[in-house]
């Protein structure tokens, strides 16, 4: 694959499988009830830009940079978030 972390260009994959330091668009939202209040709360919505900044040294949660406030999700809660990766 030609862009850098072996990640396809322009297709959907899981926030949790966005590279460190990669920026993509979400493109919906598959959480229910509360979890999807709070994301949605938290401005994770479908269209919101969204950068993967580092991974804890356990390798859960990640913290993501979304609408200018860092926010971390386990990997329960980013695997629910679908999002539109142009491999930037």
């Known amino acids: 694959m030609n862009n850098k972390n072996d990640c396809p260009a322009d297709r959907v994959i899981t926030l949790y499988d ?3 330091g990669n920026t993509a668009i ?3 939202i598959q959480a229910e009830g509360m ?3 709070r994301m949605m709360d938290l401005g994770l919505v479908p269209g919101t830009r969204v ?8 390798g859960d949660p990640k ?5 200018g406030a860092v926010i971390a999700f386990r990997k329960e809660e980013a695997l629910k978030v679908l999002i539109d ?3 930037e």
């Open 18 to 20: 966005l590279p460190v």
């Open 63 to 67: 913290a993501y940079r979304i609408r």
């Open 85 to 87: 990766f142009k491999g």
């Open 51 to 58: 950068e993967t900044l580092r991974i804890s040294p356990a």
């Open 26 to 28: 979400v493109d919906s």
């Open 35 to 37: 979890t999807r209040r």
